[in-house]
Every structure is written in C-alpha cells, then in structure tokens.
C-alpha cells in the first residue's frame, strides 16, 4: 500500500512539474549541454552526471547562471528562462543511476 501511494505522489508530483521535457530535450542537445553532461545526462569527462539532478529549478537555475569552475555562464539572454525551465524537466525526467552493485558486468570485476 505504502508503495503505491510512493508512486502515485511521484506521478503528481512529475504531471505538476513545469516545463515541457520534449522541448528541453531537443534544447539540451541544440545548446551543447550533451558536449560535457552526455546526451541522457549522465555526464563525462568535462561534466558531472545531471540526469535526475537533486537540485530544484532556483538551484539549478543559480548554477547555469553564475556557474563555478569550467562551465561557462549561460545568461538569460543566451538561454532564457522557460528555456531552462524545459531542459529542467528534461532532466527531472532521466532515470537515476544504477548503482554498481546493480550492473552486472562491474558487480563481476569485485
């Protein structure tokens, strides 16, 4: 019972999030976020794995605009708000990591 009212709060809460993921798919790939993050988010060499990020949208928002390290800033005028609210819901709608003990060719490297 108690998973099932898991999901279905996870399912309202997703059908109340802002943004249309489609567009912010299309957007992660047109804006070059897939050059370091990976094209389903789930990073590389140059950035960190971002696919269902634990940040909110203010968060992320505050780090795309006054980012830290090697990530370039992306002002509003170069990514605009909704546009960012978009790939945010892209994001939000990547699945999360396996853990390694749930893959099975690194569980048989241990």
Partial sequence: MKAWIAILAAAIAFA??????????RLFTKDGCYECHGYDGQGGRDGPRIAATPLNLQALSRYVRRPFGA????TAKVLPDQ?????YAYLKSLPVAKSPKDVPLLKQMQ
Avoid: Y
């Fill in 83 to 87: 546009d960012l609210t978009d790939i």
């Fill in 71 to 74: 990530m370039p800033a992306f």
């Fill in 16 to 25: 109340q999030s802002p943004g249309n993921r489609e567009n912010g798919k």
